[in-house]
C-alpha cells in the first residue's frame, strides 16, 4: 500500500470531522439555555438529545434527537428527528 491508498480514508474522516463540527457549532447556536441528553451506557452516544426548554422533562415530544450511525468507533452518519427523549429509538 502506498501513501495515495490511505487517501480517501484520510479524506473521508476530514468530512466527517467537519460535518461533526457543524453540527456541534448550530446545536451550540440554538441552544442559548437549555437541555443537552447523552446516552448513559456508552462513551460514544447513539442518541443525542437537545431541548431549548430547559425545565423540559424526557416525555415532551419537543426534543431534537440525533441519532450516531458507527462504522468501528467512527460516525458515518447522523440522522436527526424531532420527538420525546423517551421514545428516541421509535423515531428512526
Keep these: 500500500m502506498g501513501i495515495s491508498d490511505f487517501r480517501p ?14 453540527t456541534a457549532i448550530r446545536i451550540s447556536s440554538e441552544l442559548t439555555m437549555g437541555i443537552v441528553k447523552f446516552d448513559a451506557d456508552d462513551s460514544a452516544p447513539d442518541y443525542i438529545g437537545i431541548n431549548t426548554d430547559k425545565d423540559a422533562t424526557d416525555a415532551v415530544t419537543t426534543w431534537k434527537v440525533l441519532k450516531f450511525t458507527y462504522s468501528g468507533s467512527a460516525v458515518t452518519q447522523i440522522e436527526i428527528a424531532y420527538g420525546s427523549w423517551t421514545g428516541r429509538a421509535a423515531l428512526f
Excluded: M, S, Y
Aim: glycine residues 8%; negative net charge.
Design 9 to 22: 480514508q484520510r479524506e473521508k474522516d476530514k468530512f466527517i470531522e467537519t460535518i461533526a463540527g457543524e
